[in-house]
């Protein structure tokens, strides 16, 4: 149903959802969300999806990327816990996938994709000056299906990289289930992967409509936009024991907290508004969902301080 509203739902949706510009500049990264064809039923079924109690929050982050053939190997290596006992022992691996669904496990194979990387496309020396390879890590909080996770991330790959050569692997024996996922950064063609901070949004919606297909409430909703202060450790913080590098602060400035907080909260609050003034009572209904869901993330200074999943790999190992 079309509402006097809809022109309002349409401009704070985009204002809560996307990042919006500094100095005056216009919206960038949109995609679908803010681009032609987009209709007031996307940004109601976006609001739907974020409010429910039951939404899960994607996590898609580049855990880092070789610079030469060496640390490519070394992740391939590490990525299918080759020669792990808890995988079999020597020489026995987890089963590894490619872009074109070829399973590659065992250390004669591995070394087989390395010196296909190696040789496809530009050679790729030892070591390089130059990130020959990006290393992503695709994860769902506890309870989330490994299965779908899987199932999402194939697609989600072929959908994103396709060109590139890549091979992805899933990981369900710790709290969150997560596929690591390492892509060649030449493409067939010659163009190189170069990924920047709205690259990553983009790919958490993508991976999060996937997961959506499979009946789960994936949502890849901006940190500011849920509340979220606590910066996510980077990884090598989650497997590190020693504390050789500089600590890094794990809440943002205040300054940038607060504005980013009274910006989602002024958001949220119109989204609620248009719905609330809607003639249709499913829309009346969000509204108070909405309500429910500032007053849990937003109001009296509470903030949600969402720590970054648990991705380490346990001793004992976990049935598969």
């Known amino acids: 149903m079309a509402t006097t509203n809809d022109g309002m739902l349409l401009e704070w949706g985009a204002r809560l959802f996307f990042a919006m510009p500094k100095k005056s500049k216009q919206l960038k990264n949109l995609g679908s969300f803010a681009g032609p064809g987009m209709t007031a039923g996307e940004v109601r079924n976006r609001v739907r999806q974020v409010?429910?109690?039951?939404?899960?929050?994607?996590?898609?982050k580049i855990s880092g990327g070789g610079?030469?053939?060496a640390p490519i190997a070394a992740h391939f290596r590490y990525i299918s816990r080759q020669g792990k006992p808890e995988v079999g022992g020597k020489g026995?691996?987890?089963?590894?996938?490619?872009?074109?669904?070829?399973?590659?496990?065992?250390v004669a194979e591995i070394?087989?994709?390395?010196?296909?990387?190696?040789?496809s496309g530009s050679f790729v020396e030892e070591s390089s000056t130059r990130r020959e390879a990006f290393n992503l890590i695709l994860s769902m909080p506890e309870g989330t299906p490994p299965q779908h996770v899987l199932a999402s991330a194939r697609e989600f790959a072929r959908e994103t990289f396709g060109g590139h050569k890549y091979v992805f692997v899933m990981h369900d024996d710790t709290d969150s289930p997560h596929v690591h996922l390492a892509?060649?950064?030449?493409?067939?063609?010659?163009?190189?992967?170069?990924p920047r901070k709205a690259d990553l949004q983009r790919w958490r919606e993508s991976f999060a409509a996937r997961l959506q297909d499979r009946g789960v409430?994936?949502?890849?909703?901006?940190?500011?936009?849920?509340?979220?202060?606590?910066?996510?450790?980077?990884?090598?913080?989650?497997?590190?024991?020693?504390?050789?590098?500089?600590?890094?602060?794990?809440?943002?400035?205040?300054?940038?907290?607060?504005?980013?907080?009274?910006?989602?909260?002024?958001?949220?609050?119109?989204?609620?508004?248009?719905l609330a003034g809607s003639a249709d009572p499913s829309d009346r209904a969000l509204s108070i969902e909405v309500a429910r869901y500032?007053?849990?993330?937003?109001?009296?200074?509470?903030?949600?301080?969402?720590?970054?999943?648990?991705?380490?790999?346990?001793?004992?190992?976990?049935?598969?």
Not at 51 to 60: C, D, I, M, N, T
Not at 111 to 119: E, G, P
Not at 183 to 194: I, M, P, Q, S, Y
Not at 225 to 252: F, H, M, N, Y
């Open 51 to 60: 409010v429910s109690p039951g939404a899960r929050q994607v996590v898609v």
């Open 217 to 274: 409430n994936a949502v890849a909703t901006r940190a500011a936009s849920r509340g979220q202060v606590r910066a996510p450790q980077s990884i090598w913080r989650l497997k590190t024991t020693t504390d050789i590098r500089k600590e890094r602060p794990t809440e943002r400035s205040a300054d940038s907290v607060a504005d980013a907080r009274a910006a989602a909260i002024e958001s949220w609050k119109n989204v609620s508004a248009a």
């Open 92 to 106: 026995q691996s987890l089963e590894l996938e490619d872009e074109n669904g070829n399973k590659i496990s065992g």
């Open 183 to 194: 892509v060649k950064a030449e493409r067939r063609d010659g163009k190189r992967l170069n």
């Open 294 to 320: 500032v007053g849990a993330h937003f109001e009296q200074g509470v903030v949600s301080r969402t720590a970054a999943p648990d991705m380490r790999r346990p001793g004992p190992k976990r049935s598969r």
């Open 67 to 69: 610079r030469g053939m």
């Open 111 to 119: 070394k087989d994709l390395q010196a296909d990387w190696r040789v």
